[in-house]
């Protein structure tokens, strides 16, 4: 599905992740992990095209980033849901339209799609919201909008780019929840994250392999989480 293999990316001319290989299969769940900077951010964009390797192979779906053109990566681009970390919204638009945004860029008929929406909304608690503006919303209201703006096109994967960073416990747990669901229908889920708690929390109720970014290489964690 997606595929890493020897992978290096360079910034500002110093290497900031260094022969990093990794396999997202269907269906399976990962914890992303490791200190501020350590380029978790940079690695969940590696794997959704939005960046290129300097060194080493990125594959989405069988293809090698590289040899794509552009409409190809947009198109491997729509089969990967992302949960960026600052959740940006058009604040003139209300949290409806602002879910159903990428069904308009992709050029799909909304109104065919307004009872899938309506339902979707309802999965994350926010059919009561469907009107209001994003500057109205919560923290944790914000980061719920934000996943089901990523689930929206049905994509085969979701990247979440620390998706509990800014919301309380209890939150977090009700994010953690939906991920779990959307694993349980089959969906590949990437989380990257600082809270360990959150990870442990989690062990209980999915199988997820944990790693570690640590000296700009990736490294299975260990039991000690």
Known sequence: MIELDSVAY????????????LKLQPGSFHFLTGPS????????????GALFPTAGHVTLFG?????????????????????HQDCQFLDHMNVSDNIALPL?????????QSANLSELMNWVGL?????????????????RAALARAVIMSPDAILADEPTGNVDWDMSQRLL???????????????????LALIRAAKSHVQARVLRI???????AGADL
């Open 10 to 21: 360079s910034y500002g001319g110093g290497e900031l992740l260094s022969d990093i290989s």
């Open 37 to 48: 900077g350590s380029g978790k951010t940079t690695l969940l964009k590696l794997c959704y």
């Open 63 to 83: 293809q090698d980033v590289h040899a794509m053109e552009r409409d190809d990566i947009a198109k491997a681009r729509r089969r990967i849901g992302v949960v």
């Open 104 to 112: 308009l860029v992709s050029g799909r008929d909304i109104l065919s």
């Open 127 to 143: 059919k009561s919201r469907a009107s209001a503006l994003p500057p109205e919303l919560s923290g944790g209201e914000r980061q």
């Open 177 to 195: 929840r939906l991920l779990i669901e959307l694993n349980r229908m089959g969906k590949t889920i990437m989380v990257a994250t600082h809270d």
């Open 214 to 220: 640590s000296n700009q290489r990736l490294q299975l």
